[in-house]
């Protein structure tokens, strides 16, 4: 059978949204169900496919079948295009398979021209309404089919309003608009070269092709990278008989929404406003009703309304978001779809649903999107305070959450400030490991540089603190310390807002507030614990942030990176010495110095794991990352270690790496420092005994070797890790489970993941360095160039941010294929941080990997994306 473009309504339901998207599924589930919707038809998302296929053209066939479907729809609604007794107007429409509200366009009233536009005023006996369609025609036409600048036409309105002495478009007479129909087409000659089509079918089809193109406009693009949309999805076209809500005052419009999109509270919620367009109310010149009002206004409708409403609620089994239009005392449905609501109002309708009878609890499950539980875990601008400010720029929306301060721009400036109760954000060029405490201070964190896994990114997220990252139209003068931002220059007692979940930066004072956790929250989490599969465990470096992992339901610490232990104040010194130690003597001296620090903080965060499980990772960043940076703070190393200066500046000089992420890092360190890995695990264990014996926690450690290439590196670090933990457990007299395991992070440890697993007890995907290694770009830098890679359609995605199964997932699927072919028990987790990204944790659950780790913010929506994972997957 040939392959059909285009459906009638009538010929459709809501099964078919991947061929006719969701608006036109919907009109054709609607048209089904016998609700009243204006007739028409859906020119399917193969189509637009098909159209970039063929060079951006509509093919002979598909032009073929829209005219036949014109012909079918002139027959259904006994109207014809450009008739002089009874003209049929249209609407195109956009719908995508998922809604992209305002990404793409829309031409409305189509099919008028200067001989329809007489007859319509004739068969209304309403001129006004008929010129007023015609002028609002032209100006859409002109503007998303053909280009033209909407201003010009803005501009043609004032001049005339300005003649007529008037203040409201609506106190244009029916000759006046007239008129201003005369000079639109005038513009539009004047910008075209040729008159304004007045053929309907040519109209409809230069319309069908804009919105096609609209698809791939810039704002649909970043629109779809933001909300995880593939380009290849395509968008259909519904081109649906017009219905009017400006003939008078027995027609309106309205948007109806069947629950409370922002409290969920199950109550009718919307507007309409009588003889008006949709776009009147859009555009704010008359203030709409509510809708409970239209029950006085026109009991009969309202009830119609009501009923239709329980009707598509319980068909969809999901909260309606509903466009309406009454004309002359019809009703009409134009669209129906399950409305957009905050986290709040998707956590109550899903419970409510469920206790309601309408969804099962794996339904309701999939009812919200993981990535909305974050705004419910961090403050956020009050939304009334942040309508009334202007953004000056915009960076990468790194870390969510909201902040506002005064600026610091030195770490330690950020610490000093708030020790003593000022509340400032921390304004860096980029920041580095020993910033920590600074950024541990700081309300709020802003780079100039650096990407979605940049330093500070990670980190930020790691400790739940607003961070906006490579924010290029920044200037900072970290020596002047002036902050220069669209031409005004900023100090240290100024104000800076940040919104970690858009990015934007403001140079004032924004309100914010902090959400609360309703009991809904908790009752949906513990409905998603009973259904996944896969377990979830936390990113944590320190006790405090397991204890907050914890508390977002985290089953265990997937990553603790021990080098985040090293920067605070009381040890960063010992950190120092033993790296600039010239011998094996001197670095055992200093590693004895931390080794007692490590074991406190490990003994801490076995205590609040409560005998929850814990992989500790090894030393993994260059050496160089800890040394001091400013001559000033050689100076002050090399006076507490009594050195000379020149010889520290020389050391620091010799440790330096041309490219550090590929050098001398990761077991590369325990290989050439073997005490380093015999202080680490010694902490380990010896931590481990003490819980036990205090706690009486049976505590499995998990040791993780990082950055393994070769199976005999990792063998060589695992025997110092044995036979040190031997040592340890016959001096305490005590035995002790543990494991020994690797990341994954290297593409040829992925390739020879049989060998590894020899040695390895499990595994854990350093998605991070992985990407980064199979990509072949820096997870630094890359955020640099792949603006271009977006703008050019080379990648939708950032694949550090989104797994890129293609690639980097069959390195995965292959290590894990050979680890189990070696080791069929092995343990298999990620520890990347795409173990917090919905789509990522659902790859890792199709894969079969028994848990994914995040940062502790991120912790509920991996809860949620993995019982969403076992939904799908059971489907
Ligand atoms: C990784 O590489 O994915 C990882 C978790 O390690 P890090 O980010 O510390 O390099
Ligand atoms: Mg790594």
Redesign the pocket.
Known sequence: MEKKYVYLFSEGNATMKNLLGGKGANLAEMTRLEIPVPTGFTVTTEACNKYYEDGKQISPEIVEEIKASIKELEKLSGKEFGSAQNPLLVSVRSGARASMPGMMDTILNLGLNDEVVEIVAKLTSNPRFAYDSYRRFIQMFSDVVMGIEKRLFENKIQEMKDEKDVEFDTDLTADDLKELVNRFKAVYKKQKGENFPQEPKVQLMESITAVFGSWNNARAIVYRRLNDIPGEWGTAVNVQQMVFGNKGETSGTGVIFSRNPATGENKIYGEYLMNAQGEDVVAGIRTPQPISQLDEQNPTIYKELIDIINTLETHYKDMQDMEITIEEGKLYFLQTRNGKRTAQAALKIAVDLVEEKMLSKEDAILKVDPKQLDSLLHPAFDPEDLKKKIAVAKGLPASPGAACGKIAFTADEAKERTEKGEIVVLVRQETSPEDIEGMVAAEGILTVRGGM?SHAA?VARGMGTCCVAGCGSLKVNEEARTLTVGGKTYGDNDYISLDGSTGNVYTEQVKTISPEITGHFGIFMAWADEIRKLKVRA?ADTPRDTKQAVEFGAEGIG?C?TEHMFFAEDRIMAVREMIVSKNEEERIRALDKILPIQRKDFIEIYEALEGMPATIRFL?PPLHEFLPTSHEDIKVLANQMDLEVDELTATIESLHEVNPMMGHRGCRLAVSYPEIAEMQTRAIIEAAITVKNNKGYDIIPEIMI?LVGEVKELKYVKDIVVKTAETVMTEKGVRLEYHVGT?I?IPRAAITADEIAEEAEFFS??????T?MTFGFSRDDAAKFLGAYYDKKIYEQDPFAKLDQKGVGLLIKLAVEKGRATRPNIKLGI???HGGDPSSVEFCHNIGLDYVSCSPFRVPLARLAAAQAQVKNKR
């Open positions: 896994t990670v990113n990553l990176r993994d990082p990341m992070e995907f350093g998605t991070n360095d992985l980064q520890c990347g941080e």
